[in-house]
């Protein structure tokens, strides 16, 4: 493993554990095959092996699979297998957690890897990480929908719809180059953007969620499209794109062959 080697590195993100005593395992030693697939997962999920060439960001990476190791763990860190079966571990001066005492501890490691994840993908701007090639930030596109809670796991699952959707709106409104455009400006300060681009992601991002929901955005489709077609110094080639071709008679050619499809 690289991102967490040893207990004294463990243990500077796992708060409140009891020293082990002389003879006892270690934390590490305890959950190491925990931060082995918490590591593996990191990587497949999270970020590339290319970002861990900072402190911050080996410091972000540590707490995030602190944390994803950790909260698998938790379960069975209290359970022993004895010769007539299961027993919890005790003694006469600390007793069992409660049920809901350990799910509140994974619950706060839960969100607390979130956070790590998120400051991490802005700290790198999105750069080789699963967050990368959108037109939203993070958890974004979750935050828009309501959601607080357990929005790694909610990106997860809606990040293939997300990405169809688009592509759809790519292929049949934006073009590949004016979507290029936004996605290379996803992370860049509101106040730094072009007024162009910015128009566009004051209306692109709602329209993938409504999308993504079910409902109607056909006026705000038609919106994204005059603009650009009235902006050709914003948006140079469009006008010879594909997704021009759709609205030739300013009528989007509705095609069920594509993502964005409506009713």
Request: aromatic share 10%; with cysteine; hydrophobic share 40%.
């Amino acid at each position: 493993m690289s991102i967490i080697q040893d207990n004294a590195t463990l243990m500077a993100y796992i708060p409140n554990v009891v020293t082990a005593v002389e003879g006892e395992q270690d934390l590490y030693t305890k959950i190491v095959p925990h931060l082995t697939v918490a590591e593996a997962w990191f990587f497949r999920s999270v970020a590339n092996e290319g970002i861990l060439t900072s402190d911050t960001a080996k410091l972000y990476a540590r707490s995030i699979v602190a944390c994803e190791a950790f909260k698998n763990a938790v379960p069975s860190l209290n359970v022993i297998l004895t010769q007539n079966g299961f027993g919890i571990v005790s003694n006469q001066t600390t007793a069992p957690a409660s049920h809901e005492r350990t799910e509140s501890l994974i619950e706060a490691l839960t969100e607390q890897r979130d956070n790590a994840i998120e400051q991490l993908v802005f700290m790198l701007n999105g750069q080789h990480t699963r967050f990368a090639g959108t037109v939203f930030q993070v958890y974004e596109a979750q935050r828009m929908q309501g959601e607080t809670k357990h929005l790694f796991d909610k990106f997860i699952e809606q990040r293939s719809a997300i990405i169809r959707l688009q592509t759809a709106l790519c292929n049949d409104v934006l073009s590949a180059e004016v979507l290029q455009q936004m996605v290379n400006n996803t992370y860049t300060d509101e106040a730094s953007r072009s007024v162009a681009i910015e128009y566009l992601f004051s209306l692109v991002p709602d329209i993938i969620i409504c999308q993504l929901k079910g409902e109607d955005c056909k006026e705000d489709i038609r919106r994204v499209v005059d603009y650009i077609r009235t902006n050709p110094t914003a948006f140079p080639n469009w006008a010879t794109s594909q997704a021009a071709k759709h609205w030739e008679d300013h009528t989007f050619k509705n095609d069920k062959k594509y993502g964005g499809y409506w009713l």
